[in-house]
């Protein structure tokens, strides 16, 4: 059964700074891994979508690399402004379909 | 598009009253999932449907959960009786499924107190 969990459980940094976060999973067998923002009362929103057959992904100064073979992705930000404070979440797919969400990096970017 | 869109976005109910929530998806979206999240269990899937067909209902809970989605634009989750165990945020999210890039669209969630 796939796991995945995110380290830290919470992060607060000033901002400018750059910052790292972790994803890992258990079974390397994956479809796409995605990263998901969510503010408070409000839904998830996707951030970068990587296939398995990819690397990595960019969008603006958000970067989000993939390692199957370790279990590992990570999300790098940066430049971080407090309008990046949210919670981070990340998600691995399988080939049947089935979402498998981690339990979120809480992220405070402090002014 | 609008996106996904549910309703309604705070139900406050008492135990034993049935609640309904709603959702629309994305047009075009072909499998749907609703979820569940609570602080102390994080986001659980209940079920997922594909071209309006059920395909994993194990994470429904109990027998008092039931989920119908009777036309591509349309899907509810039912809770008869009510329980407050049964309050958290629950989602519907969308994909268009077969493609390996499309991402996954969330509501904005119904937020459900069972007092």
């Known amino acids: 059964k796939q796991e995945v969990t995110q380290i830290p459980a919470a992060l607060s940094v000033p901002e400018g700074e750059n910052l790292v976060l972790n994803c890992s999973f258990t079974?390397?067998?994956?479809?796409?891994l995605q990263w998901f923002r969510q503010d408070p009362g409000k839904g998830l929103t996707s951030l970068l979508l990587i296939q398995s057959s990819q690397r990595e992904q960019t969008s603006g100064r958000l970067n989000a690399s993939l390692d199957k073979s370790s279990g590992r992705s990570t999300l790098y930000i940066a430049a971080s402004q407090p309008g990046d404070s949210a919670t981070y979440l990340c998600a691995v797919i399988d080939y049947g379909q089935n979402f498998v969400f981690g339990p979120g990096t809480r992220l405070s970017v402090l002014p | 598009d609008a996106g996904v869109i549910q309703s309604p976005r705070h139900e406050v109910t008492e135990m034993g009253q049935e609640v309904t929530l709603r959702c629309k998806p994305i047009?075009?979206?072909?499998?749907l999932f609703w979820y569940r999240q609570t602080m102390m269990r994080g986001l659980e899937l209940l079920i997922y449907f594909n071209n309006n067909v059920p395909i994993d209902d194990s994470g429904m809970p109990e027998d008092r959960f039931s989920a119908k989605m009777p036309n591509a634009s349309f899907s509810t989750l039912k809770i008869q009786p009510s329980e407050p165990r049964d309050s958290a945020v629950y989602f519907c999210?969308?994909?268009?499924?077969?493609?390996?890039?499309?991402?996954?669209?969330f509501g904005n969630g119904t937020r459900l107190t069972v007092t």
């Open positions: 079974d390397s067998a994956i479809y796409n």
């Open positions: 999210a969308t994909i268009l499924s077969g493609t390996g890039d499309s991402p996954l669209h």
């Open positions: 047009s075009g979206h072909n499998s």
